[in-house]
Each structure stands twice: as structure tokens, then as C-alpha cells.
């Protein structure tokens, strides 16, 4: 079962894909204006995130996770739909839904790494191990205060 679940964790985070898209939907969320959070979005995948956790923690009973579990279910794979109606005993089940949420936790930690690295400049900077960005942002700084003192003083 591991393999399957890698193997949905991987088709599920090829973007634009459909197992995506369903993933974005189920995992949206609404602001306090009403509007639509897309669930690639941080907040909707820390609001996600805490709520599985709730799941995997014991805070939600038996019977919530398995019907968030099944949900989940419905737009997955077939193979994994298969391999979960083949299961016959109610505790492996239980175990299978378990791994399937924590698949999905790991693939809402990915959605939200990959919107902090291409829209979140402070998370980029961090994460610049080199310090290349730092670098190329002093420079410009430098240059800026540099033609900001030749610009003040023909004045």
C-alpha cells in the first residue's frame, strides 16, 4: 500500500492535473468575507493542516475519520479505491484511511512550500542558503543610494 500511496502523493502534485485540482477544491476555504480560498493558498493549508491533525491527534472520533478518509477516497485513484474496497477487516480500514490523510498532509505541505517560493519574498530570501539574493539586494541598494547622492547633488 505504501507504493500506491507514493504513487497517488506523486500524480496528485503534477500541477494542473485533475487528482490536483480536486485536491485544491476539497481543501479550499472561505475568508471572512465569504470569498473562495483556493487550497494551494497558506492559509487554507495551515487551516488543513491543524484539522487533519485533529484527526491523526484522536480529537475527532473514529467515524470522522472515516468519513473525511472516504471523502478523500472518492477522488483519488482507482487503484487505491480498489486496494481500500479489498480490505475486509473495519481496523485495517481504518488504518488504510489513516495513511491516506497523512498523504494528504504531506501533499498540503507541499502545495504551501511551493506558494511560499514563488510568492513569498521573505521565505525565498531565508531559504537562499548561499546568500546570492542578499548579496544581489545590497548591490542594488548600494547602486540606488549611490545615484539617489549623484541625483541630490547636481541639484
Request: glycine letters at 4%.
Amino acid at each position: 500500500i505504501e507504493n500506491q500511496l507514493e504513487e497517488y502523493k506523486t500524480q496528485s502534485l503534477v500541477e494542473y492535473s485533475e487528482l490536483e485540482k480536486l485536491r485544491q477544491e476539497q481543501f479550499s476555504i472561505k475568508d471572512e468575507d465569504g470569498k473562495l480560498i483556493d487550497g494551494s493558498n497558506p492559509e487554507a493549508s495551515k487551516h488543513w493542516a491543524k484539522e487533519l491533525s485533529g484527526y491523526m491527534s484522536g480529537k475527532k472520533s473514529d467515524r470522522e475519520l472515516q468519513a473525511l478518509g472516504k471523502k478523500i477516497l472518492q477522488r483519488t485513484t482507482i487503484e487505491l479505491k480498489q486496494y481500500f474496497q479489498s480490505i475486509d477487516n473495519q481496523d485495517n480500514k481504518l488504518i488504510f484511511l489513516q495513511k491516506l490523510i497523512k498523504t494528504e498532509a504531506d501533499l498540503l505541505r507541499t502545495d504551501n512550500i511551493r506558494w511560499k517560493e514563488r510568492f513569498d519574498f521573505d521565505y525565498i530570501v531565508e531559504q537562499d542558503s548561499t546568500g546570492k539574493i542578499m548579496k544581489i539586494i545590497e548591490a542594488l541598494t548600494e547602486k540606488r543610494q549611490v545615484e539617489y547622492q549623484n541625483y541630490v547633488s547636481t541639484k
